[in-house]
């Protein structure tokens, strides 16, 4: 059985996740006005995998005798100043999911429940990943912010990223 403490602590996980995958449809939806398909393909891939997160935290909450809680998602910002605004709020957003998974990481181990701590041990390697990828995209378009050139060919190597998407 999950103790409250840490259910309470999941369902806000779970909320997160999907507050993150609605950033990133966010940002996706920003790059495709600026017709930057390939940052708008690579941000809503990365949405699709936040929705996955926080589908899995979902399941595991289930599994674990809990019920999760669905609360309401705040309408993310759709606005920045130019493409390195866009892709530093995405490198802000993994870094304080970061500190989230964290602190639930330590709540798990706290209150013995190594179901979770095995789950989150997953999550903590992902973030590392996430927030890697987030800085490396940052740096890469700082340095190219000033050239239209650079941009576009920066464009076209986000654009080969894998995964699929959805067709409406």
Known sequence: MISKQVLKA???QTHAEFYSFYLYLAVSSYFTDLHLDGFALWMEV???E????ALKLFHHVQERGGRPHLA??????S?????????????????HITGRINALANLASEEKDHATSVLLHWYVSEQVEEEATADRLYHQVAMVQESPQGLLMLDRELAGRGGSTAEV
Do not use: Y
């Open 72 to 77: 309401a998602i705040a309408e993310p910002t």
């Open 50 to 53: 936040e929705l996955a997160h």
């Open 79 to 95: 606005e920045w100043g130019s493409p390195a605004e866009a892709v530093q709020a995405v490198l802000e957003h993994e870094r």
């Open 46 to 48: 990365q949405a699709q």
């Open 10 to 12: 999941l369902n806000e």
